[in-house]
């Protein structure tokens, strides 16, 4: 694939593809990542798709036509589910709509996962901007939350009189004693 060099893991974003029209190289910063874009490469019996095929294509190297019914057939199939539509319209059948609503998971879903999981790492909010190809600081903040683990011990700081630790949860203690130093 011309825009994937899994060498250097980036990924290229076509202006043409993306919603501020601008083409940027973003990082292929994941294992599961990683994996995905693998997987779109690869065709129905485990060869390498034909290099002018696009990144996000079926079993054959043909471009999806709706992104949409490709993402909804996926998670179906991913949660066990077959997918059932209508041959006209290419519509859900009222138990593959039913499923899909238990699933509850959509494709933009994961870009706010990834914005609050660097966030929770503490990454510099102008960083996930850029990573999310974001045009203002204000939209990126709308991608971010918080988790509930986090923001108790946030409140420790008040409550015992510590200070708060900015690194990743799980790399050292959060709270540090601030008069006697102890960890």
């Not at 990542?33 to 485990?46: I, K, N, Q, R, S």
């Not at 199939?77 to 899909?100: C, D, N, W």
């Not at 939209?139 to 986090?150: C, M, P």
Request: proline share 6%; charged share 25%; with cysteine.
């Amino acid at each position: 694939m011309k825009d994937v060099n899994l060498e250097r893991g980036e990924i290229v974003l076509r202006g043409a593809t993306t919603k501020s029209g601008k083409t940027r190289t973003v990082p292929m910063s994941t294992v599961r990542l990683c994996a995905v874009v693998e997987w779109f490469l690869t065709d129905a019996v485990g060869k390498r798709k034909p290099t002018p095929a696009p990144l996000v294509s079926n079993e054959a190297g043909e471009r999806i036509r709706t992104f949409r019914r490709a993402w909804e057939d996926a998670s179906l199939r991913a949660h066990g589910y077959v997918p059932q539509r209508i041959r006209k319209t290419g519509a859900l059948l009222p138990p593959s709509q039913r499923a899909l609503g238990q699933i509850d998971l959509h494709w933009h879903d994961l870009r706010h996962e990834y914005a609050s999981q660097l966030a929770e790492r503490r990454v510099p909010i102008t960083e996930i901007q850029r990573l999310l190809g974001h045009a203002s600081v204000q939209t990126t903040e709308r991608y971010i939350s918080t988790t509930l683990a986090r923001l108790k011990e946030s409140a420790v700081v008040l409550e015992r009189g510590k200070n708060f630790d900015p690194r990743p949860l799980g790399s050292s203690p959060i709270v540090t004693t601030v008069i006697t130093g102890i960890h």
